[in-house]
């Protein structure tokens, strides 16, 4: 089962010996999932926190408490931040060439905060309007209070490798083990929006929530 | 959007401080979903690299190719493997409340090789059936070689830090706003199963396999 894991990726390289089809391919992963997760050492030892990033260009951000131990951790220091998507179990005549249809995206940077209050604020909005296209205007006003709560990580993509398999099994010359070979596709997707109670808790579905979740993206 | 990213949790605590509880809720979240992220150290600097693991009471194992520059370098390291399942958007009245709903667990031990062939035969049926209950045994057999290529890593939980938010957004004290709030679900499922070409390709989908895709579970 060599071809299983999601291990076997493109060598790492620096992002400015890249061409432009492979910055691409770099960012779509980044793109195509909310969720990273982010690797970094303190004193020695590694560890891995999941978070929601988004991109700008080169640049991909995080944020959270300006309290996280994590983020005040991270500051100025290098990090690995991976993104992963499963597409599908492939299911092979052998045990070996069982696989996974996958994407993944692995880039390497130094972590630095955003200090700059006009840019916490446009960073955060564009973090909300990202995913939920023109929410921030709707909302109740971000307090400074909050604001001066919340801590905006960014790094500049210096190195990446990327990586999909896209295929059925590759062993289709095992004719001697009639077993049923193939994949079974998996798919991340919203469900139908649940209102919360409370305050009007009657409004509509916004037309742009409506349209994220019948476009079977995450964002 | 200090509750947005996923990057608040319990303390990271010794596995035998804590109760039979406790490791329930940490081995529910590995067992949630096929897919971790291991964090290891080289040279002083992180990396992430996404795979698929399993669980044993408190040992948890991946594998890859014998040849990997990865399982190589981490044996005999410390690593932390996370796992985390994202379930939904949270919501708000306020940009600061919007949230994440997620599970996560991230544990800490130190990465060992098995290197007795029948354990790591019996690793990798483990692997297989837990998936696809039953499937190894259908297969066309594991060569030496095959087995010879591949490397099976377990490490023993040693600490852990798990979390999970599961509720509607925790501003309904915003009665000012008149903005839609609440959850939009999210969910990874397995859809219809995809025939390989090739010998056999009119062989009926196995019945572990039909009932692993209407479980609605990934495993």
Redesign the interface.
């Known amino acids: ?2 071809s ?5 990726r493109s060598k790492i390289r620096r992002m400015h010996e890249r061409g432009s089809h492979e910055h691409a391919a770099v960012h779509a992963v980044l793109d195509a999932a ?2 990273c ?5 303190i004193d ?9 990033h988004w991109r700008k260009g080169n640049r991909v951000f ?5 309290a ?1 131990r ?2 005040r951790k991270i500051e100025g220091q ?5 993104v ?1 998507l ?1 597409d ?2 492939v ?6 060439n ?1 696989s ?1 249809n ?1 994407r ?1 995206a ?1 880039v ?1 940077g130094r972590a630095q905060s955003l200090t700059d209050p006009d840019e916490i604020a446009a960073a ?2 564009h ?2 309007d990202d ?2 296209p023109g ?2 205007d ?3 006003p ?2 400074a209070q ?1 604001q001066k ?2 801590s905006v990580v960014w790094m500049d993509i210096e190195e990446a490798s990327v990586k999909d398999r896209v295929a ?2 590759g ?2 010359d ?28 009657d ?4 037309e742009e ?1 409506a349209r ?2 019948a476009s079977g993206r ?1 964002r």
């Open positions: 089962m060599s299983f894991p999601v291990t076997e909310p969720l997760h982010v690797g970094y050492v020695g030892e590694p560890y891995v926190t999941p978070t929601i995080w944020h959270g408490s300006a996280s994590f983020l290098r990090v690995c931040l991976t992963s499963m599908g179990y299911l092979a005549r052998s045990a070996y069982h996974v996958f993944s692995m390497f955060l909005r973090l909300v995913v939920f929410r921030w709707s909302l109740r971000m307090s909050e709560a919340t059925p099994p062993d289709d095992e004719a001697d083990y009639p077993v049923w070979a193939g994949v079974l596709p998996m798919r991340t997707a919203l469900g139908a929006a649940e209102p919360a109670p409370g305050p009007h808790h409004l509509p579905l916004p929530l994220l979740i995450l």
